[in-house]
């Protein structure tokens, strides 16, 4: 019973922690935007492609993650090498189409950026993640 209290109550801590920290991530980008000086209808096309966005990239880490429960169950069970071979190209194939999806939003958002912003933002998006590093 103890054991159980302390896991929701770590639970509890974490999770709050976990969510700001997604807020804290969105709050960088925003920031990213603002300091570009965007017009209305450079946000608004900016907005449309991260909603589009948004759902198929949540979708495709659903099904990598679905597929990572599988392959770890997998391997501690008496699965065949052909069975844990084939949940590794799936997971291989999800995670190499996660990063085509951000390459091409990167794509996207440098046709709308002009250049001047393009420089600007690729420039703040450097310092971001090496802020990032440095734990800021």
């Not at 997971?91 to 939003?105: A, Q």
Request: charged residues 40%.
């Amino acid at each position: 019973m103890k054991r159980l209290m302390t896991a929701l109550i770590g639970i509890a801590l974490i999770s709050p922690m976990a969510y700001a920290k997604r807020g804290h991530h969105k709050a960088k980008h925003e920031e990213i935007f603002k300091q570009l000086d965007l017009s209305e209808k450079q946000r608004t096309e900016l907005k449309a492609l991260r909603e589009n966005n948004k759902d198929n990239m949540k979708s495709l880490k659903e099904q990598k993650k679905k597929f990572r429960k599988e392959m770890n169950e997998a391997m501690a069970s008496d699965a065949s090498e052909s069975q844990l071979r084939t949940l590794h190209n799936e997971i291989t194939r999800l995670k190499n189409k996660i990063k085509d999806t951000r390459f091409e939003k990167m794509l996207s958002i440098r046709k709308i950026l002009t250049q001047e912003q393009r420089v600007k933002f690729f420039k703040l998006k450097q310092e971001m993640k090496k802020n990032k590093r440095k734990g800021y």
